[in-house]
């Protein structure tokens, strides 16, 4: 079946400007994570969605940072004014159960 | 508050075994493993309950002592697939998941 999809694959930003990044989770994944990942880091968490509701926010960097999930599906994470520390990997991942399953990941470049 | 692996980063030879601990301050409700291959994305590994029950890869097993709040993940007889960077995710509540600083691991012919 269908996996996690992310899009787009590759963006190329200049500092100053606002960039969306789309997530389609598994169909019936009612759980939805972002995460961040840096060149050779680690993942950072930034937000978790159940259903359309957010009740952690707590890893969103700044301000700059939101992101939304409609129907229980798609979800879309927005940076605004994007700085070159937000260069990374954007990820994305949903679940039902226990098991997080990964999209392929947004690599963000911000020139 | 990040869950602390150890070692960094191993190197094996094709055959041998190692293990990979993760350590969290926070009290815990399971705990998640992932590998992640240069350039891909992290896979699910095995998830650890409360209480003992385990699920996930066949050819992998792990320990999770919920009062140390501490996993061990075992890897027997490495392969050469067995390369990539292990994360464990620690989950605490909310279903939120923290992962740890992450173990390379490179397993050589």
């Known amino acids: 079946g269908a996996g996690v999809s992310q899009s787009p694959s590759n963006k190329v930003t200049e500092k100053g400007k606002d960039v969306e990044l789309r997530c389609d989770p598994i169909?019936?994944?009612?759980?939805l994570y972002w995460y961040r990942q840096s060149l050779g880091q680690g993942l950072e968490f930034l937000i978790y969605?159940?259903?359309?509701?957010?009740?952690?926010k707590s890893g969103l960097p700044s301000d700059r940072f939101s992101a939304e999930r409609t129907g229980g599906s798609v979800s879309t994470l927005t940076i605004q004014r994007t700085q070159q520390e937000d260069s990374a990997v954007y990820l994305c991942a949903s679940t039902r159960g226990y098991e997080q399953y990964f999209g392929p990941g947004t690599r963000l470049t911000v020139t | 508050q990040q869950p602390v692996q150890s070692p960094q980063a191993v190197i094996l030879r094709e055959g041998e075994d190692a293990v990979i601990n993760c350590s969290s301050s926070?009290?815990?409700?399971?705990v998640h493993w992932y590998r992640q291959k240069h350039g891909e994305a992290p896979v699910f590994l095995m998830i650890?309950?409360?209480?003992?029950e385990q699920k996930g890869h066949e050819k992998i097993s792990a320990s999770f002592n919920e009062k140390k709040q501490q996993s061990s993940l075992y890897l027997t007889a490495s392969q050469l697939s067995y390369s990539g960077t292990y994360f464990c995710?620690?989950?605490?509540?909310?279903?939120?998941?923290?992962f740890g600083t992450g173990t390379k691991l490179q397993v050589i012919p």
């Open positions: 169909s019936g994944h009612t759980a």
């Open positions: 969605f159940q259903g359309n509701s957010a009740p952690d």
């Open positions: 650890l309950l409360k209480g003992g």
């Open positions: 995710g620690t989950v605490g509540g909310y279903q939120k998941v923290t």
């Open positions: 926070k009290a815990l409700y399971s």
